[in-house]
Every structure is written in C-alpha cells, then in structure tokens.
Nanobody, 121 residues
Framework: QVQLVESGGGLVQAGGSLRLSCAAS????????MGWYRQAPGNQRDLVAT???????DYADSVKGRFTISRDNAKNTVYLQMNSLKPEDTAVYYC???????????????WGQGTQVTVSS
C-alpha cells in the first residue's frame, strides 16, 4: 500500500510564502513523476508543477517565477516552495506521484488527501 502525506498548507497574506511537502511511503520500487495540482471551488484540478526523477520540471504559466518544485528521490518526497503568493493561488493543493510498487508493476498515479492554501488580500 502506498500513501502520500502532505503538509505545509495554511493561511498567508498576499506576497507571503509557504512551503508544501509530500512524502510517499509504503512499498515503492520507483517514483517517476511527482508533482502538485490544485483545485479551487467550482474549478477543475489543474497542474501546478511536476518534476521527473531525473530533475526535469514543468510549471503552470501562472506560477512560473514564483513557485519552485524540488524532490528528494532517496526519501520519495516532493516539495513546493511558493513565493509571492496571490489571492488567486487559493486552492486545495494535491500531491501526485506516478510510481511503481515493484519491478513487475505498471506505473500508477497516487494522490494525497490535499492541503488547503489560503491567500488573503
């Protein structure tokens, strides 16, 4: 069984910073892409940032230059440093990991429970 446990959300004023963390635990052979998505009320879940095991990154245009994704492959942990936060960044942030539980298993997407980020104006 695999679990993704997120931490670091909260309430912050516009212009402030937060750092999200997500640790994958359980039987893991290899974590491929790990990343963050967010969902505001009434909206679909959108990509924020992803990172491959090799270090390649992808960001939503709306967060480029403000957010930085990083990961610790040895710990199967991914981080999201969020700076210069804006009220429109308010959402539930979900961790995602595409990983294999064994050499024989196909990759599968796992999701965290979500952590609320609220940015006040």
């Amino acid at each position: 069984q695999v679990q993704l446990v997120e931490s670091g959300g909260g309430l912050v004023q516009a212009g402030g910073s937060l750092r999200l963390s997500c640790a994958a635990s359980g039987t893991i052979f290899r974590a491929n892409v790990m990343g963050w998505y967010r969902q505001a009320p009434g909206n679909q879940r959108d990509l924020v940032a992803t990172m491959t095991s090799g270090g390649s990154t992808d960001y939503a245009d709306s967060v480029k230059g403000r957010f930085t994704i990083s990961r610790d492959n040895a710990k199967n942990t991914v981080y999201l440093q969020m700076n210069s936060l804006k009220p429109e960044d308010t959402a539930v942030y979900y961790c995602n990991a595409n990983l294999r539980r064994s050499r024989l298993d196909a990759p599968y997407d796992y999701w965290g429970q979500g952590t609320q980020v609220t940015v006040s104006s």
